[in-house]
């Protein structure tokens, strides 16, 4: 009768548990798979973050822009994804490349970072994170932000152009 008893206390503390696991689980699914939601991503929320959103040209795509600041201030990291259009789904496999422009000059190209400045970035999920969107603003004032998509889902496409502009 003691190893029953033993047992049933066993039980009541995972039971008791289960209700925090269920919600820390939900809670973390919900980060992981929510893309965007009206004017905020839950996947890329930061304390800092501000998401633009834009469509290409030729609406093909809606482009999502995030610069997060790094700890030097001028070091501004961002994070790139792409939906398909009007709406809020992920578009796999985009070709594209992230390009920023000051006072008409191209100061900063993604592709330039991987060694291979003709060849475009390639986003398996839909969406991009990785330190080639680093860029150190050395220079306040208004910047643009160029991201030409050239192909979908393994097809090329005539080049399409989302832009944005921010001030440093």
Same mark, same amino acid.
């Given at each position: 009768?003691?190893?029953?008893?033993?047992?049933?206390?066993?039980?009541?503390?995972?039971?008791?548990?289960?209700?925090?696991?269920?919600?820390?689980?939900?809670?973390?699914?919900?980060?992981?798979?929510?893309?965007?939601?009206?004017?905020? *991503?839950?996947?890329?929320?930061?304390?800092?973050?501000?998401?633009? +959103?834009?469509?290409?040209?030729?609406?093909?795509?809606?482009?999502?822009?995030?610069?997060?600041?790094?700890?030097? +201030? =001028?070091?501004?990291?961002?994070?790139?994804?792409?939906?398909?259009?009007?709406?809020? =789904?992920?578009?796999?496999?985009?070709?594209?490349? /992230?390009?920023? *422009?000051?006072?008409?000059?191209?100061?900063? +190209?993604?592709?330039?970072?991987?060694?291979?400045?003709?060849?475009?970035?390639?986003?398996?999920?839909?969406?991009?994170?990785?330190?080639?969107?680093?860029?150190? /603003?050395?220079?306040?004032? =208004?910047?643009?932000?160029?991201?030409?998509?050239?192909?979908?889902?393994?097809?090329?496409?005539?080049?399409?152009?989302? =832009?944005?502009?921010? +001030?440093?």
């Amino acid at each position: 009768m003691n190893l029953f008893e033993n047992n049933n206390n066993n039980l009541k503390c995972v039971v008791g548990f289960v209700p925090i696991i269920i919600i820390s689980v939900s809670i973390t699914m919900m980060i992981i798979f929510s893309a965007h939601n009206g004017g905020s *991503i839950v996947a890329y929320a930061t304390s800092n973050s501000t998401v633009l +959103r834009s469509s290409t040209n030729a609406s093909s795509l809606d482009v999502l822009l995030v610069p997060l600041s790094n700890v030097s +201030r =001028e070091e501004i990291h961002f994070k790139v994804g792409f939906l398909q259009p009007n709406t809020n =789904e992920l578009q796999r496999h985009v070709d594209f490349n /992230f390009i920023i *422009i000051k006072d008409g000059k191209e100061v900063f +190209r993604a592709s330039n970072q991987t060694g291979q400045p003709n060849i475009p970035l390639h986003s398996i999920p839909g969406t991009m994170d990785i330190p080639l969107f680093t860029y150190d /603003f050395l220079k306040s004032g =208004e910047y643009i932000i160029k991201i030409p998509v050239v192909g979908i889902l393994f097809n090329p496409i005539i080049p399409e152009m989302a =832009e944005f502009r921010i +001030r440093y």
